[in-house]
């Protein structure tokens, strides 16, 4: 099985940082294609970044491009999120997905149907 679980989430000002982490156990086959979305209160889960099985591709939403950064380190199994100067907007419940068919290599990775496993989210909340 494929399991996902974020981290690094918390309460920080605007113009501040954070860093996420998505640790993914427990599967036999890979490494996969990974992505970043989030999920406002009474929004729908939106992207926010994607990155190749290998790293080599990169994709971010023009909402975050020059502020956030995806990377990962498979030795570790690890993807992470690095977000600077923060925004009130930033606030979401943030998801770590996994897609196996790496759909980013096709130009796609941007739809929450394109990943198979979802972690649980961890909660960034940005105060002005």
């Known amino acids: 099985q494929v399991q996902l679980v974020e981290s690094g989430g918390g309460l920080v000002q605007a113009g501040g940082s954070l860093i996420l982490s998505c640790q993914i156990s427990?599967?036999?086959?890979?490494?996969?294609?990974m992505g970043w979305f989030r999920q406002a209160p009474g929004k729908e889960r939106e992207f926010v970044a994607a990155?190749?099985?290998?790293?080599?591709?990169?994709r971010l939403s023009d909402s975050v491009k020059g502020r956030f950064a995806i990377s990962r380190d498979n030795a570790k199994s690890m993807v992470y999120l690095r977000m600077n100067d923060l925004k009130p907007e930033d606030t979401a419940v943030y998801y770590c997905?996994?897609?196996?068919?790496?759909?980013?290599?096709?130009?796609?990775?941007?739809?929450?149907?394109?990943?198979?496993?979802w972690g649980q989210g961890t909660q960034v909340t940005v105060s002005s």
């Open positions: 990155i190749s099985w290998n790293g080599a591709t990169t």
């Open positions: 997905g996994a897609d196996p068919a790496g759909t980013i290599d096709y130009g796609l990775g941007r739809e929450v149907s394109q990943y198979r496993y």
């Open positions: 427990e599967h036999r086959f890979g490494p996969f294609a």
